[in-house]
């Protein structure tokens, strides 16, 4: 389902930008950044960014609750537990018609909120 070779990283090139294999390093002013992970299907993009592992998540009283919360308030960039209890940040787009523009733009939203998500819970920058 997931295809390693693409040429999606055409479309990062942008002095804040980092591509190694299948990652995006997103700098931020400030000296912080966050990486990004992209999936890549037949026709669509997913971008996604680990916010905190499952010990800090289910920190939180009601991580699910917290990120139902989350999500409430946000259009572009959502929020999920995964499948190992990891709190995620995940954006789509389609490939037909995507510019640069475009994919850097989801992809600094889903770093930028991955990494604020990030700071309210563990007042970090690991990731």
Same mark, same amino acid.
Request: net charge positive.
């Given at each position: 389902m997931?295809? &390693?070779r693409d040429d999606w990283?055409?479309?990062?090139?942008? *002095?804040?930008? &980092?591509?190694?294999?299948?990652?995006? =390093?997103v700098a931020f002013a400030g000296g912080r950044s966050h990486e990004v992970q992209v999936h890549v299907t037949d026709d669509?993009?997913?971008? &996604? *960014?680990e916010i905190a592992d499952s010990a800090t998540a289910h920190q939180l009283d009601d991580p699910y609750q917290d990120v139902w919360l989350r999500n409430r308030r946000s259009r572009l960039v959502g929020f999920r537990i995964d499948n190992h209890g990891s709190l995620v *940040?995940?954006?789509?787009?389609?490939?037909e018609g995507l510019t640069a523009e475009a994919f850097q733009l989801l992809v600094r939203a889903v770093a930028?909120?991955?990494? =604020?998500?990030?700071?309210? +819970? &563990?007042? +970090?920058?690991? =990731?």
């Open positions: 997931f295809d &390693t990283q055409r479309l990062c090139e942008s *002095a804040d930008l &980092t591509v190694k294999r299948r990652r995006i =390093r669509i993009y997913l971008l &996604t *960014a *940040a995940h954006g789509w787009t389609p490939k930028r909120e991955a990494d =604020r998500y990030e700071f309210r +819970l &563990t007042g +970090l920058d690991k =990731r």
